[in-house]
C-alpha cells in the first residue's frame, strides 16, 4: 500500500527535521545553522517532502542571479532524502517542484534556471540529473568546496559539475533519449568515443561513491584526476555539454559514463538520439 507523499514549502520550523535528512542523506555533513536555515526557508523557495507530517526529504533553495543583465535562476543548494525512504521518487518529486516553480513563472519572469552543482564521482547523482531530469553540464569546478565533513568526500577535492536545466525548454518538456541498445551499438562501433572524434563522447564515471575510497588503484585519486582532464578538456576545447547518463557492458562488465554532445540543441528534443544514431 502506498503511503502518501505531499509536497510543501519549506519553513524555518522545519530545521529539526531538515538536519536528521541531511545527516541521513550525508552522512557527517556539518548541520546547517539556525540562522542560515531560516534565511533560506523564510523565502519561501525551498521544498520538503512529507508523509504523515514526517520529513523525510528536501531540497534547499535559494535564488541567484545568473549574469549582471538581470537574469536569476534558482539553485538547488542541497537535494536529499533519507537514506531509507530513497528509491521511491521522492527526488524527482522535488525536482519537479523546483521546475514547477520556474515554469509557472512564481518567482517572475527573469528566474529562468534551475542550476545546482553535485560530484561527477557519484554516477548515481549523474544519472539523477542528466537521464532523469534532463539537466545538463558544460562547467567542471575544481575544487568547489573547501572543508567538507561528510565521510564519501572526506580527504578528496570536491570538485563539481554545474547542471542547468531550462523548465520551459524543448527539451526539458519533451527530450527523447537513445536506448540501452542504441549506447551499446555505439560503443560497439567505435568501441570508445573519444573527445573529438565525434559528435558524441563518453566518460566513464564510477556508480557507486562510496565503493570509490576501497577501489584500490582505480580509488579516488585515480578517478579524480582522470575526471579534472577529461571534463575541461571537453567542455572547453570541445564545447561538448554533458547531457545524459548510461550504463552499458564494456570490456565484460556494467559500467556508467556521462554521455557529452557537441551541438546540444535545447530547442531540438530529439538531438541527441539523432546524433547518436549518426555516429
Not at 55 to 75: Q, W
Not at 188 to 197: I, R, S
Request: contains cysteine; hydrophobic residues 35%.
Amino acid at each position: 500500500m502506498n503511503r502518501s507523499i505531499e509536497i510543501e514549502r519549506l519553513t524555518p520550523f522545519d530545521y529539526v527535521d531538515f538536519n536528521k535528512v541531511t545527516q541521513s542523506a550525508w552522512p557527517g555533513l556539518a548541520k546547517s545553522s539556525v540562522q542560515d536555515f531560516t534565511a533560506i526557508t523564510d523565502s519561501g523557495v525551498s521544498f520538503g517532502a512529507f508523509e504523515q507530517d514526517r520529513l523525510i526529504g528536501a531540497s534547499y533553495n535559494f535564488v541567484k542571479p545568473t549574469d549582471r543583465f538581470g537574469n536569476f535562476h534558482l539553485y538547488v543548494h542541497m537535494l536529499g532524502v533519507l537514506s531509507e525512504e530513497q528509491g521511491r521518487g521522492v527526488g524527482r518529486r522535488l525536482m519537479k517542484a523546483n521546475y514547477d516553480l520556474v515554469r509557472d513563472a512564481e518567482l517572475g519572469e527573469s528566474v529562468l534556471e534551475v542550476k545546482l552543482t553535485s560530484d561527477p564521482l557519484d554516477g548515481q547523482n549523474a544519472m539523477f540529473y542528466l537521464h532523469h531530469n534532463g539537466m545538463q553540464a558544460s562547467e567542471y569546478k575544481q575544487d568547489a568546496y573547501q572543508g567538507l565533513t561528510a565521510n564519501q568526500h572526506v580527504g578528496m577535492p570536491a570538485d563539481r559539475l554545474l547542471y542547468t536545466a531550462r523548465p520551459k525548454s524543448a527539451w526539458i518538456l519533451g527530450r527523447s533519449l537513445p536506448s540501452p541498445e542504441d549506447y551499446e551499438e555505439l560503443i560497439a562501433k567505435t568501441p570508445v568515443v573519444n573527445l573529438g572524434d565525434y559528435d558524441i563522447a563518453m566518460i566513464e564515471t564510477p556508480f557507486d561513491l562510496s565503493a570509490v575510497s576501497q577501489a584500490g588503484p582505480r580509488g579516488p585519486v585515480f578517478w579524480r584526476g582522470f575526471h579534472r582532464n577529461r571534463f575541461p578538456e571537453a567542455f572547453e576545447e570541445y564545447k561538448y555539454t554533458a547531457v545524459d547518463s548510461t550504463i552499458v557492458p564494456f570490456k565484460g562488465k556494467d559500467t556508467q559514463f556521462v554521455v557529452l554532445m557537441r551541438g546540444f540543441n535545447e530547442n531540438d528534443p530529439e538531438c541527441l538520439v539523432k546524433a547518436v544514431k549518426s555516429v
